[in-house]
């Protein structure tokens, strides 16, 4: 009963952190900024401003897809955000760029996401095989208490690896916001009022990734003390 109400619950959290983020950009990005720039322009307005100059700034297709690939070095911004001139706009763009500098500055949170996404893939392919296990070898095959705490233990050491990549995660979201608003404002961006609308547009994208980190804890939290019952009834 327990798992399900963790997973109902940020489930719940989740979608409602989901709608005000769509939200709050759809209302922001209403507004034009006084300055006038667009989102790409900000981007590698941004790039320049730190002596980067092997970063492209790209277009792509779908909604709130904006991310950067260390892999070939792009800014890949969503045409909502590309073309736009609003608040929203440039503020997603700027966080992107400020991947970006982490990156051309070896930000350390953000070579250990990058160490751990080979294991957090592992990780996920060997859950979704234990899960799998567990349900066709528990009917059809059977096993005794030791198999079932070793499952809860490969299990347990998933969700650790889960858990570590999502608290590695929000140091490395939280700083490249942190650097792109400070070079909206200081840059001129965004006025007084554009800078509270961008601020507010990266706390509830940032809201995401505190989630995550907070739902995978949970699951974790919740496999330890299966584990431990099952020893104190040994």
């Excluded at 991947?99 to 592992?122: E, G, I, N, T």
């Excluded at 939280?174 to 200081?186: E, G, I, K, P, T």
């Excluded at 609308?197 to 706390?203: N, R, S």
Aim: hydrophobic fraction near 50%.
């Amino acid at each position: 009963m327990f798992i399900w109400v963790i997973i109902i619950g940020f489930a719940i959290v989740g979608w409602y952190v989901q709608y005000k983020l769509k939200s709050k950009f759809e209302e922001y990005s209403k507004k034009t900024l006084l300055s006038g720039i667009s989102g790409q322009e900000a981007a590698e307005r941004m790039l320049r401003d730190n002596n980067i100059n092997d970063v492209r700034v790209i277009c792509v297709e779908g909604e709130l897809t904006d991310h950067y690939n260390p892999a070939n070095k792009t800014v890949n911004l969503s045409k909502n955000v590309y073309y736009g001139n609003s608040a929203a706009s440039v503020a997603v763009a700027a966080h992107e760029c400020g991947h970006a500098v982490q990156h051309a500055k070896a930000y350390a949170f953000l070579k250990m996401r990058s160490a751990m996404v080979p294991v957090q893939a592992l990780s996920s392919q060997i859950l979704n095989a234990v899960m799998l296990f567990s349900i066709f070898g528990g009917l059809f095959v059977g096993g005794g208490k030791m198999n079932y705490q070793l499952v809860i233990l490969v299990i347990i050491a998933c969700y650790s690896v889960f858990a570590l990549f999502s608290l590695i995660t929000l140091p490395v979201e939280f700083d490249a916001s942190h650097r792109a608003l400070v070079w909206l404002q200081n840059k001129g961006v965004t006025g007084r009022t554009e800078h509270a609308m961008a601020k507010d547009a990266l706390k509830w994208a940032a809201m995401t990734y505190v989630v995550a980190a907070l739902s995978s804890m949970a699951m974790l939290a919740y496999y330890v003390m299966i584990f431990m019952n099952g020893r104190r009834n040994d």
